[in-house]
């Protein structure tokens, strides 16, 4: 029924994972934006219309390339029209204890994602449906799972995994990770992951 949980891609939401009602979730932009706005999961959805095959790389050492859509980093820029004083961007998922905190120019770079499907089925829960970032660039723990807000501020704070340990700025290290769609061990050399 669903490609996602057929290729048994590892589910994640060390808080608990939510239960989430796509009708009535919102998802919010808001700090230093000159277009601060609350959409809807249809908003969003429609907005959709950015295509990318990329990785998602867990720091867990595992990988797996799916057909993604939603809206590109650079158009998610253009909607939000950051001020000059803003330089990260703090997503936050749904509950408010997970959250992670990315360079503007993570969004800049080519294939980040606000991700809503994946290999053509809108994102269910497990996989930080209705809405997550997608940054295929860095480790996993800056995609953050169902959020409800992008919050443009000026300085860097740590996020959930960040303030456990996990370094700030998330660049995939040389080393073996295991590929979920061939089910082989590759060593991967680092940064966005292109096999
Ligand atoms: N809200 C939330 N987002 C999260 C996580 C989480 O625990 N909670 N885990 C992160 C980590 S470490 C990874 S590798 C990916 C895993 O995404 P998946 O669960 O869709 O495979 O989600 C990231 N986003
Ligand atoms: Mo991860």
Redesign the pocket.
Known sequence: MSALFDLK???????GQPEINYKSFKFSVSGLVGNSHTYYTDELYNLSKDKISAR?????RWS?RLEWEGISGINFLKIAEPLPEALYVKFV??GEK?F?VVPLDALKASHSLIATRANGEALPV???GPV?ALFPQL???K????IVKAEFVKDYCKG??ESRGYSDSADIQKTKIYDINTKTTKFHTGGEVEW
């Open positions: 891609i590892p589910i994640f939401w060390d808080e998602l790389t867990s720091v867990t797996v998922s749904y997970y992670t497990e996989y930080g997550r480790w996993g723990y995609s953050a799972k169902s959930y995994w």
